[in-house]
């Protein structure tokens, strides 16, 4: 006769040492199986002085969404974010309801609003910054720099003088993007780039491995980008007319880990608060830091972020989306209230 027996350990504690091992097997010579069963602990926030509460545990609004990037609060309190690879936009309510906000996207990533409510989006399927939305005043703003096409834009940012910050982080790994012609040009090399105002298109830098997420200071004298490929995010001095000084590492990352195919910090989305503190998605979490790039702590996630965003009435709601799900934190400070992201 077989037996079998299930035991419920914590995920803290997975049975995994060679005493346990040999157990087990001359457990299984005389017909006993073992099934284990583990139970999952609650996510929840560390105490951040300032930020966050300690013991708020995290729960997912909802998962199964297909690329989830690009997330930005709307004024009403509700919040949308870019289904990338599902070529739509869609809208978290304040109540967690679900609703499709936007179709046909041109495979949307990185969002942002100017002050009269245009939507600005970097798109991947063919790759072009531009403005999506209201129905009517769609613009294509820049998709090429000195004859090459970008690559895969990936987020943005506008000042508060409607000039659009982004970055390109090179070659189009999206499955759905069109094909290139084999004789076509590679894309332009990954890069950050500046769209003034008057719409003339400049690149502020070409030097790093993948650059990401991208995000203003409150005062909007500095630039911050996230470098996938380093373990800085790093921060540029912005000049009178939106142009940069020399890169300088801001705040080191902790989760820099080696994969297959190279080191990765995992920095993706930036989101500042209303004390100029910067939160970054990454490796291990939302990791906080203070305006001097001192390191406040790790929120972590039950899936590893890969963008996020202030929303709700007061911009007290952390909203995080990646791998799929959408969370949502309360704060015990807010998102910067002088621009939409």
Known sequence: ??????????????????????????FAAMGV????????????????????????EINAIR?????????IGLPDGSL??????????????????????????????????TANGDLYAVQTLNPRVGIISPKGKEKVLADK????????????????KGGVYFTDSGANANPNAPAKPANQPAPAKPAVYYIKPTGELLRLAADLERPNGIQLSPDEKTLYVANTGGEYILAYAITADGSVGARKDFAKLE??????????????????????RLYVASNPG????????EALGIIPLPKKPQNL?????????????????????????????????
């Open 1 to 26: 006769m077989t037996v079998k027996i299930t035991i419920s350990k914590s995920i803290t504690s997975k049975p995994s040492n060679r005493s346990w091992g040999k157990k087990i097997a001359a």
């Open 33 to 56: 199986v073992f099934s284990t069963a583990y139970a999952e602990e609650a996510i929840v926030t560390p105490p951040i002085a300032g930020v966050v509460a300690g013991g708020i």
């Open 63 to 71: 998962e199964g969404f297909t690329g989830t990037e690009g997330p």
């Open 80 to 113: 949308i974010f870019t289904e990338t690879q599902a070529n739509r936009i869609t809208r978290i309510a304040a109540d967690g309801s679900i609703s499709t906000y936007l179709e046909n996207s041109n495979g949307a990533n990185g969002l942002g609003f």
């Open 145 to 160: 720099f000195e004859g090459l096409s970008f690559g895969r834009p990936n987020d943005l940012v506008v000042d508060k």
């Open 255 to 276: 989760g820099f880990t080696k994969t297959d195919t190279g080191y990765t910090s995992g920095a993706d989305g930036l989101a500042v608060d209303a004390e100029g």
């Open 286 to 293: 939302i990791q906080v830091f203070n305006a001097k790039g």
């Open 309 to 341: 965003a202030f929303a709700g009435k007061d911009k007290k709601i952390l909203y995080v989306v990646g791998r799929g799900a959408a969370y949502k934190i309360p704060l015990l400070t807010s998102g910067y209230t002088g621009r939409a992201k």
